[in-house]
C-alpha cells in the first residue's frame, strides 16, 4: 500500500504542477484575456469550497462516491480537448475537474493517515512534491503548443486515476467502520480554529499568485526566480521525510509555530524584496509554513474529530478552496493599489491566523 500511495501522490500533483504552472499558458496561447483566463481559475478553487457541504448535508463520503470523482475527473480532462474554442465550454470543464480533485485528494489523504500514521505520512507524501518539480522541470521542454499540456493532463489524470481506484479498493475495511460515524463537526461552535486554518492559506495568495511578478519587478531575474521556487520545493522534500519525530509533539502548538514564521517569512518579503540571500532564506521557511503546517493540520483534524472523513474534505475544501480564492482575490487588489505592500499585507493575515489559533487553544485549555 505504501508504494501505492507514494505513486498516486506523484502523479496527483504532477497534475497540479500542469494544471498551476502550464494550464494558464495555454489558454494564452488559445487567445484567452487575462481577466477570462481569472475567473476560469477562480471557479475551481470555489467549487473546492462548496463541494464539502453537501456532504455536510447528508451525501455519503465513500467509495461509490470517489469512483464517480475519479470518473468526473477523466472526463473533464477529455473535455478540456472539446473546450479550448468556447469560454463557457472551458469554464464548465475547469469547475468538472474541481469536482473531481475536491473529492479524491481528501479521500486518499484520509487512506495514507490510517494506515500510515502521521509519522510516516511525509515520507510517502514528499513524492507528490517530486512529481510536481519533475513535470514543471520536463514539460517547459516540450510546451509547444496546446495539445502537448493537454496530453500531458490527460494521460496523468488516468494514470491517478487508476492508481486511486486501486488504493479505494484495498482500504475498504480501514474505512468502512469510520463512515458509520455521525457527524460531529461543528465549523461555527470551532470557528477559532477554523478562521485561523483558513487565514493561514489566505495569506498564502500573495506567494502562489505574485511572487515571481514582485520579485523580478524588484529587479530579481527570472532565473534566480525559478530557482527560489525550485528551492523551496526541496525543501519541503526534505521536511516531509523528517517531520515524523515533530508530529509526536503538540500538534496545535506547532500550527501556531508555523504560522507565526509564515508571518515572518512575509515580512522578509517585504523588507528585503531585491536581496537574493535573504530570499532563499524565506524559501527555506516553506519547510514549516507549508510541510509541516499541512502534515500538523492534517493530522490534528484526524485526531480532534470522530468524522474523519469529512474532517478532510472541509480542510481541503474550506482552506485551500475558499482560502485561496479569497487570499487571491486580497492579493490581486492589493498589488494593483499598493504595490510595495504586498507582502506586509500577507504577514499581517499569517499574524491574524497565529492569534486565532491561539484562542483556539485557550477555548480547548477552558473545555
Known amino acids: 500500500m505504501s508504494i501505492l500511495l507514494a505513486i498516486f501522490y506523484f502523479f496527483y500533483f504532477s497534475i497540479i504542477g500542469v494544471y498551476i504552472i502550464f494550464l494558464p499558458k495555454v489558454l494564452s496561447m488559445a487567445g484567452y484575456q487575462a481577466s477570462e483566463i481569472g475567473i476560469i481559475f477562480a471557479a475551481a478553487p470555489l467549487v473546492r469550497f462548496l463541494v464539502p457541504f453537501a456532504f455536510i448535508k447528508g ?5 461509490s462516491a470517489f469512483n464517480a470523482a475519479l470518473l468526473i475527473m477523466c472526463a473533464s480532462t477529455v473535455s478540456f480537448y472539446f473546450s479550448l474554442d468556447s469560454f463557457y465550454k472551458l469554464l464548465f470543464s475547469n469547475i468538472s475537474l474541481g469536482v473531481g480533485l475536491s473529492i479524491v485528494l481528501p479521500y486518499v489523504e484520509l487512506i495514507s493517515l490510517k ?8 515520507k510517502i507524501r514528499l513524492f507528490g512534491s517530486v512529481g510536481f ?19 500531458y ?5 488516468f494514470i491517478t486515476s487508476a492508481i486511486a481506484f486501486v488504493i479505494a479498493k484495498r482500504a475498504d475495511t480501514l474505512l468502512d ?5 455521525i457527524n460531529d463537526i461543528s465549523i461555527l461552535k470551532d470557528w477559532r480554529l477554523w478562521i485561523g486554518l483558513t487565514l493561514m492559506q489566505v495569506s498564502f495568495g500573495s506567494f502562489y499568485n505574485f511572487f515571481t511578478i514582485y520579485v523580478t519587478d524588484h529587479k530579481v531575474s527570472l532565473d534566480i526566480a525559478i530557482y527560489l521556487w525550485s528551492f523551496g520545493v526541496v525543501v519541503e522534500i526534505f521536511m516531509l521525510y523528517f517531520q515524523g519525530a515533530l508530529l509526536r509533539k503538540n500538534l496545535l502548538l506547532i500550527l501556531q509555530a508555523t504560522t507565526f514564521v509564515t508571518a515572518f517569512r512575509w515580512l522578509l518579503l517585504f523588507l528585503f524584496p531585491d536581496n537574493i540571500a535573504l530570499l ?5 521557511l516553506h ?4 510541510a509541516l503546517f499541512h502534515s500538523a493540520a492534517i493530522s490534528y483534524l484526524f485526531y480532534l474529530y470522530k468524522h474523519k472523513s469529512l474532517a478532510q474534505q472541509l480542510f481541503s475544501g474550506i482552506t485551500y478552496g475558499f482560502g485561496a ?8 487588489y492589493v498589488y494593483e493599489l499598493y504595490p510595495a505592500y504586498l507582502f506586509l499585507s500577507a504577514a499581517f493575515i499569517a499574524l491574524v491566523s497565529t492569534y486565532f489559533l491561539y484562542l483556539w487553544g485557550i477555548t480547548k485549555k477552558q473545555a
Open 177 to 181: 467502520k469510520s463512515e458509520e460515524v
Open 287 to 290: 519547510a514549516l509554513s507549508f
Open 280 to 284: 532563499f532564506f524565506s524559501q527555506a
Open 325 to 332: 480564492f479569497l487570499g487571491a482575490l486580497i492579493a490581486g
Open 153 to 157: 493532463l490527460l494521460v496523468l489524470t
Open 115 to 122: 494506515y500510515l500514521g502521521k509519522e510516516r505520512y511525509g
Open 59 to 63: 451525501l455519503k463520503i465513500n467509495r
Open 133 to 151: 518539480i519533475l513535470v514543471a522541470l520536463v514539460l517547459v521542454k516540450f510546451l509547444s503548443s496546446a495539445a502537448v499540456a493537454l496530453v
